[in-house]
């Protein structure tokens, strides 16, 4: 049995909805929220169980037969400025739910970020070292959260602790796909392209706030979220784990890339406007990413990765395009 905290979430649904399709017993904690919320996300493979995370507790202190905890819950906003909020969700929520695994001698897999890499002066190495760790300078409070519980988790192996039979920490990259509409703010640049596409607008991009990087060649490693859901399966299954996995395609794809596969799975021509970056963003804005993916190809990772065209194709004609866009 699996519990998946997030479940409702967007990573979190579609991994529910793969692992029921394949009969496996999963149980979400999560909140579903209010009409148009997070609830849609499950409408095609509603759970068994679903647990609101302050009941949470409750249930780890009588239940026996979790064989793995996938927690993917977070506050994620990397605009969030309530750091006393994303402490205790980001931080303490991880640490107590790695400390039951350990004790259970459970599976733990929980989700850290590319935003833990910064600027990517220090490259993109999903090294657990504490030399290394030490050397990421997150932008954000967000990227911060990740990067500190990653720092803990590296000084519990440092130190010989009383640790998971298995775990991994996986730095998601720039996860783009169905089921991410309850975002907000933080929904992928893919569906905000194309609705600025469908809206009868061209894409706009921001313009570059480093005079060494052209407008729309900041570059990102984009990931389908198909993609994701493989790789986290097979990090439930593999036998042997232990360390920090970066989940992207290792290849850095431009936005302006990004725009122009929006306008070509749309049928329609390409038009790119730039427009000036927000202030609040500027500094903050991580303007190339690539997941250097040997650690979790090592493990014997064989998936091929969707290009960004393939997944932006698939995304926008086999759900942005249909009359229920959900997964």
């Known amino acids: 049995m699996i519990l998946v905290t997030g479940g409702a ?3 979190g649904s579609n991994l529910h909805a793969a692992l029921a399709a394949s009969g496996q017993e999963v149980i979400i904690s999560d909140w579903l929220g209010h009409e148009g919320s997070k609830w849609r996300n499950l409408y095609h493979h509603p759970p068994a169980t679903m647990l609101r995370p302050e009941e949470l507790d409750a249930f780890l202190e009588h239940d026996m037969r979790l064989t793995t905890i996938v927690h993917l819950g977070a506050i994620s906003e990397t605009t969030a400025t309530d750091a006393d909020l994303v402490w205790h969700t980001n931080f303490t929520l991880s640490q ?3 400390n039951w695994c350990a004790a259970r001698r459970v599976r733990f ?9 910064g600027d990517g002066s220090a490259g993109f190495d999903d090294d657990l070292s504490l030399d290394y760790l030490r050397k990421l300078r ?31 920490g996986v730095k998601f990259f720039n996860v783009y796909g169905p089921n991410e509409y309850h975002k907000g703010k933080m929904i ?33 490693d984009f990931i389908y979220i198909d993609d ?12 042997q784990l232990s360390g920090l996995y970066n989940l992207g395609t290792g290849t850095a794809r431009s936005y302006a890339d990004l725009a122009r596969a929006v306008c070509a799975a749309n049928g329609g021509e390409e038009r790119i406007e730039f427009i000036d970056m927000p202030q609040n963003l500027r500094g903050q804005y991580q303007s190339f990413t690539a997941a250097k993916m040997d650690r979790l190809r090592g493990l014997g990772f064989n998936h091929e990765f969707h290009t960004l065209e393939q997944g932006i194709t698939a995304y926008i004609q086999n759900h942005l395009l249909q009359a229920d866009p959900y997964k």
């Open 138 to 168: 997150p932008l954000n409070l967000y990227g911060w959260s990740k990067h500190a519980f990653d720092l803990w988790v590296a000084q519990q192996n440092h130190e010989h602790a009383h640790m998971p039979p298995n775990w991994a």
């Open 9 to 11: 979430g967007f990573i």
């Open 188 to 220: 992928s640049v893919v569906k905000v392209k194309h609705d600025e596409v469908r809206a009868g607008g061209p894409a706009k991009l921001f313009k570059s706030d480093r005079p060494d990087i052209a407008d729309g060649e900041q570059k990102r």
């Open 109 to 117: 897999i929980y989700a850290s970020s590319a935003a833990t890499y």
């Open 228 to 239: 994701v859901v493989a790789s986290l399966r097979f990090l439930i299954t593999v036998p």
């Open 96 to 98: 107590k739910l790695w």
